[in-house]
C-alpha cells in the first residue's frame, strides 16, 4: 500500500479510540439487550409453564373425577340391581331351608353374573364384592389377568375386621363410601404385583329398606395414574400423594419399599420446598389448583376430595417443572445472544474501521506526499487523492496544496536570486562541508554544483587558509549572537585549473534546525585590484609628475634667496619667501595625499619599536621650534623626568605630533605659548597640546577629522595646510591601538590629546616582534596582504 | 680616512633640475660636475669621468635610474662606485627597494638645494664609514 510506510510512527492511530468506543457501545447495548430479553424471557417462560402445568393438572384431575364417579355410578347400579331384592326375598319367603338355599344360590348366581359382565366390561375393575351383614363375602369376582371369575364359596373370606367393612356397614341408603388410592394391601401388607387400588363401598338394600350387605368395588388405578403420567410429558414431573402421604407416582413394581423410601427421601431433599407444602396435607379449597414456586421448581398443587362430607380421605395432584429444565432451554437463548452479540461487536467494529479509514487514509496519504515533498518530490505530489471531497478533510488536503503551492512559488523565487546573483554565494556547516552553491560560484571557481557539494570548503583555499580554517569553524566565538561574523576580508579563491583569484569574502552564520550554517558571499577583487593598482600607480606618477617641476622651482627659489636674496629689496625678498612658503605647502600636500591614498588603500606600513616618549617629544619641539619663533610662538614642555617606553612607529608619530603642533602654532595668536605635557594614568601615557587661540567652532567638531577639513575655508590661504593632516593622524594613531581627541572652547583655545599604550614594563615580549594587541592587528594586515 | 668627495655625476632628465643641481653641487658646494640627461649617457661618461659618487634620478625616458643602477653594478670597473637615487618617488617601500637594488642612499625630491651639498657629503661620509667598516671586518 501506498501509504504503509507512515503507519509505524504514529504510536495510537486516531481509529483506535473510535474502534473501540464502537465496539464497545455495541457490546453494552445488545448485551443490555441480549439479557434483559432472557431475564423477560424467563419470566415469559416461568408463566407460561405455570399455566401449562395448571392445565394439565385441571385435566388430570377431571380424569381421576370422572373415573371416581363411575365407579360410584357401578357401585350405586349394582346395589340396586333385582338380585339384591331376590336374596332378600328369597331368605324371607322360603320357609324350607333347602329350598330358599337354592332360591337365594340362583340369585347369588345371577349377582354373580352381573358382577362378571361389569369386570368383564371395565378393564380396571379389579374386584367386585358382596360382602354380608356378618362381614363375610357372599359374591366375589376377581380379575386374574384378562379375564373374570367368580371366587369359589372356599375362596370366599371373612373381611368384617377391615375398617372399610366396619365403616360402611350401617350406613344409609345411598350412601357411597370412598375409601381413597392406595397400594393393594393383604393383611397390612403391600400385596404382590403392585397395584393402586381405589375402593368404593355402599350398603344395598331390599325393598322395604332390608339391608343384605355391602357391595364393594375395588378399581386398579395404575393403568389410569400410568395414563396420566403418560400425559404429562418431561421435564415436567407428576405427582399424586394420598392422604396417607404415599407417593403414589413411583409404582416401580420390582422395586422394594426401601427403595421407594429412599428415592422418596432423595426427591425431599431436592425439592424441600414442595414436600414441606405437600406434608401439611389438605389445605381447602376444592378443586383449586395453588402456584408454588421458588428458584428451583415451579409447581401446581391440586386438591381432589372423594366425598365432601368425609375430610379424610383425599388426594393432591402435583404438576412440576424443575426450574433448572426452564432454564436449560434459556441457555440455548443465551448462546443465541451471544452470538448475536459477538456478530453485532463484529459489525460495529468493521463500521468504525470503515468509517475512520475514511477519515485516516487521506491522512495517511497526505503524510507520506509531505514526507515525499521534503526528499524534493514536486508539490505535485501533495494531489493525493480526496482533496475534492466536500467535508473538512478535503478542505485541509486543499489547503496544504495551496500552502505548499504558494511557498514552492516564493521558494523558487528565492533561488532565482540566488541563482542569478552576480556574487558568488555558497553555504557551509560548521564543520565546514559545502551545502549548497550558486551559479556565480561555478563559474567563479569552474567546479559544477556536483563536484562542490559535500565536500570540504577547504578545497577552494590556498594552503595556508586551510591550515587555519578548521580550527577557526571551531572557535566558540562563533556561536554568539549577530549574524554577521565580520566586516569580511580578502583571501585567494583557489580554482579547479589550480589559478586562484583573489576575492572579498564576508560571512554571516545561520541557524537551520537548530545547526549553525555560514553563509559566505564573495565578491571578485581581480578587476577592482585591476582598478586599484592603476589608482595607486596613477598618484605615483602624478606626485612625481608634480614633484618635478616643484623640485626645480622650490631649488631655483632657494637658491636665489641664499645667493642672491640681499640684493633683493624688501618687497622683492616678501615675494620670494611667498613662493617658497608655498612650494613647502604643495610638497607636504603632496606627501600628505599620497599617504591619505595609502591609508584609504590598507597600504600604510608600520615600523614599530620601542622608544622613549619623553626624550622623541623632547626631540619633535625642538624640531618644530625654529618654525613656531616665526610665528611668535614659544613651545613649554612639561613632563616628568623617568622615560615613558611605548611600542610605536617613531616616524609616523613624529608626523602625527608635528602636524598637531603645527595647528597649535598656526591657530595661536602671537607672543602666545603652546603647551605640551605627557602624563601617565594606568597603562596608558596621554601626551597634550594645548594652544590658547581662538578655539574650534562647535559646529565644526565632528569634522575635525574628515578630509580636506578647516574650519574656514578662507583659512586653507591664511593658515596654510592641506586640511588631510589630522585625517592622516587618527588614522596612525588608530593603527597604534590609540586615540586622539580634542577640547575645545570658542575663545578659549583647544587641547589635542593622543593617548597610547605603555609598553609593559617587564619587557616580557620579544622585540622582535609586536606586543599583543598588535601582533593581532599586523596578523590581520598579514592575512589581507 | 676616506676619500674626500671630489667628482659626482648627476644623472636628470629634467634640465631645470640639472641647472639647479649643477648650481647647488657645483657653484655652493664646489665638486666637479658631470650632469647627464639619461642612463644610457651615463653609462658612457662615467668610465671616462671617474666620479666618486653618482647621484642618480629613477624615472628618465631612454634608461631609467634603476635599470642603468644595474648595469652599473653588472660592470665590475663600476660597480664599486656608490649611488644615491634623487627621486620624487621615495615612499618608504620604494626607499627599501632602492637600497635592496644597491643604492645607498636616497634622497627624496623636492630637495632643498642649500642644503644639497651638505646632504650629498653626509651621505658620503656615512657611506665610507661604513664601507671601511665593511672593510675592516674582512
Known amino acids: 500500500m501506498v501509504y504503509s510506510n507512515s503507519r509505524k510512527e504514529y504510536r495510537r492511530s486516531i481509529s483506535t479510540p473510535f474502534l473501540i468506543i464502537a465496539v464497545g457501545l455495541v457490546l453494552a447495548t445488545s448485551i443490555l439487550v441480549g439479557f434483559w430479553q432472557i431475564w423477560k424471557n424467563d419470566e415469559t417462560n416461568i408463566a407460561h409453564e405455570d399455566e401449562r402445568l395448571n392445565f394439565v393438572l385441571q385435566r388430570v384431575m377431571k380424569d381421576l373425577s370422572t373415573v371416581v364417579e363411575d365407579t360410584a355410578r357401578n357401585v350405586v347400579m349394582l346395589a340396586g340391581t333385582p338380585p339384591i331384592q331376590g336374596i332378600l326375598t328369597a331368605r324371607r319367603n322360603n320357609s324350607v331351608a333347602e329350598i330358599a338355599r337354592i332360591e337365594e344360590a340362583i340369585w347369588k348366581d345371577r349377582l354373580a353374573q352381573i358382577f362378571l359382565s361389569l369386570g368383564e366390561s371395565n378393564r380396571n375393575l379389579l374386584q367386585v364384592r358382596l360382602i354380608g351383614l356378618d362381614g363375610k363375602e357372599a359374591i366375589r369376582v376377581n380379575r386374574i389377568g384378562e379375564t373374570v371369575v367368580r371366587a369359589s364359596p372356599k ?27 392406595d397400594y ?58 394420598n392422604e396417607k402421604g404415599t407417593y403414589l407416582t413411583m409404582p416401580e413394581r420390582n422395586a422394594s419399599a426401601a427403595t421407594i423410601q429412599a428415592r422418596l427421601q432423595v426427591f425431599k431433599s431436592r425439592y424441600p420446598d414442595l414436600a414441606a407444602r405437600l406434608d401439611k396435607g389438605w389445605r381447602g379449597g376444592d378443586n383449586e389448583t395453588v402456584r408454588v414456586r421458588n428458584q428451583s421448581f415451579i409447581a401446581r398443587i391440586g386438591q381432589m376430595r372423594f366425598d365432601w362430607s368425609d375430610p379424610s380421605h383425599y388426594l393432591l395432584a402435583v404438576t412440576m417443572t424443575p426450574m433448572k429444565e426452564l432454564l436449560a432451554q434459556n441457555q440455548e437463548m443465551q448462546r443465541q445472544v451471544f452470538l448475536f452479540t459477538a456478530l453485532l461487536a463484529l459489525i460495529g467494529a468493521n463500521v468504525a474501521y470503515m468509517l475512520t479509514r475514511h477519515v485516516v487514509k487521506p491522512l495517511q496519504l497526505l503524510t507520506d506526499a509531505a514526507r515525499q515533498l521534503s526528499r524534493g518530490a514536486t508539490v505535485d505530489s501533495l494531489k493525493v487523492d480526496g482533496r475534492d471531497r466536500p467535508d473538512e478533510i478535503g478542505v485541509l488536503l486543499r489547503s496544504v496544496y495551496e500552502m505548499a503551492s504558494n511557498l514552492e512559488e516564493k521558494q523558487k523565487s528565492m533561488r532565482a536570486i540566488l541563482t542569478t546573483a552576480q556574487n558568488p554565494i555558497l553555504m557551509i556547516s560548521r564543520r565546514g562541508i559545502i551545502h549548497n552553491v550558486n551559479d556565480a560560484t561555478e563559474q567563479l571557481f569552474g567546479y559544477s554544483r556536483e563536484e562542490m557539494v559535500g565536500q570540504n570548503i577547504s578545497m577552494l583555499m590556498n594552503e595556508h587558509d586551510r591550515k587555519h580554517h578548521d580550527s577557526y569553524l571551531q572557535r566558540p566565538s562563533l556561536l554568539g549572537p549577530g549574524k554577521i561574523l565580520d566586516g569580511g576580508r580578502e583571501v585567494q579563491a583557489v580554482c579547479k585549473d589550480g589559478s586562484t583569484v583573489p576575492i572579498h569574502l564576508a560571512v554571516s552564520k545561520l541557524h537551520i534546525k537548530n545547526e549553525l550554517f ?25 606626485s612625481h609628475e608634480l614633484r618635478t617641476p616643484l623640485t626645480s622651482i622650490k631649488g631655483a627659489l632657494g637658491l636665489l634667496r641664499s645667493t642672491s636674496g640681499e640684493a633683493l629689496p624688501d618687497s622683492g625678498r616678501k615675494m620670494l619667501d611667498i613662493a617658497y612658503a608655498n612650494c613647502e605647502r604643495l610638497s607636504v600636500l603632496i606627501n600628505d595625499i599620497l599617504d591619505m591614498e595609502k591609508i584609504e588603500a590598507g597600504k600604510l606600513t608600520y615600523d614599530f619599536a620601542l622608544f622613549d616618549l619623553v626624550a622623541f617629544l623632547a626631540e619633535v619641539i625642538e624640531t618644530n621650534r625654529a618654525y613656531a619663533e616665526q610665528a611668535g610662538v614659544s613651545f613649554v614642555f612639561q613632563s616628568l623626568p623617568d622615560p615613558i617606553i611605548i611600542f610605536a612607529d617613531r616616524c609616523r608619530l613624529e608626523q602625527v605630533v608635528t602636524n598637531v603642533l603645527s595647528n597649535a602654532v598656526k591657530y595661536s595668536p602671537g607672543g602666545a605659548q603652546v603647551e605640551v605635557s605627557a602624563y601617565v594614568e594606568e597603562s596608558k601615557v596621554r601626551i597634550a597640546v594645548r594652544d590658547h587661540g581662538e578655539g574650534i567652532p562647535e559646529d565644526f567638531h565632528d569634522k575635525i577629522f574628515g578630509k580636506f577639513a578647516q574650519a574656514d575655508s578662507s583659512d586653507t590661504r591664511t593658515r596654510g595646510g592641506t586640511g588631510l593632516g589630522l585625517a592622516i593622524s587618527r588614522e596612525i594613531i588608530k593603527a597604534h591601538s590609540g586615540q586622539i581627541e580634542f577640547e575645545s572652547a570658542a575663545g578659549e583655545g583647544t587641547t589635542f590629546f593622543i593617548t597610547l599604550d605603555i609598553a609593559p614594563e617587564d619587557q616580557s615580549f620579544n622585540r622582535a616582534q609586536p606586543p599583543g594587541f598588535l601582533a593581532e592587528q599586523l596578523e590581520d594586515t598579514r592575512h589581507i596582504a | 680616512m676616506t676619500k674626500a668627495l671630489e667628482r659626482i655625476t648627476y644623472v636628470e632628465d629634467d634640465q631645470d633640475i640639472r641647472a639647479i643641481a649643477e648650481l647647488a653641487l657645483g657653484a655652493l658646494g664646489g665638486y666637479q660636475l658631470d650632469l647627464c640627461e639619461n642612463g644610457k649617457v651615463a653609462l658612457e661618461r662615467v668610465p671616462v669621468f671617474h666620479p666618486d659618487l653618482i647621484l642618480l634620478d629613477v624615472m628618465m625616458p631612454v634608461m631609467d635610474g634603476t635599470e642603468t643602477l644595474r648595469t652599473l653594478k653588472s660592470t665590475p670597473e663600476l660597480a664599486d662606485i656608490p649611488v644615491v637615487f634623487m627621486t620624487a618617488k621615495a615612499q618608504r617601500h620604494e626607499v627599501q627597494g632602492y637600497k635592496e637594488s644597491g643604492a645607498v642612499d636616497v634622497i627624496a625630491k623636492p630637495f632643498d638645494p642649500t642644503d644639497l651639498p651638505a646632504r650629498v657629503m653626509r651621505i658620503w661620509e656615512l657611506h665610507g664609514r661604513d664601507h671601511q667598516i665593511g672593510e675592516t671586518m674582512s
Open chain 1, 184 to 241: 393393594n394391601r393383604e393383611h397390612g401388607e403391600i400385596e404382590e404385583p403392585r397395584v393402586f387400588v381405589m375402593r368404593v363401598a355402599t350398603m344395598a338394600f331390599g325393598k322395604d329398606d332390608e339391608p343384605l350387605g355391602i357391595i364393594v368395588i375395588n378399581i386398579d388405578m395404575s393403568r389410569v395414574i400410568a395414563k396420566m403420567m403418560g400425559t404429562v410429558r418431561a421435564p415436567k414431573q407428576f405427582l399424586l400423594i
Open chain 1, 155 to 181: 375362596e370366599l373370606q371373612d373381611k368384617s375386621q377391615h375398617a372399610y367393612v366396619q365403616q360402611t356397614l350401617g350406613t344409609a341408603r345411598g350412601k357411597i363410601k370412598y375409601f381413597g388410592i
Open chain 1, 518 to 542: 555560514f553563509t559566505g558571499i564573495m565578491t571578485d577583487l581581480t578587476e577592482l585590484k585591476k582598478v586599484d593598482k592603476m589608482k595607486s600607480e596613477f598618484v605615483s606618477t602624478v
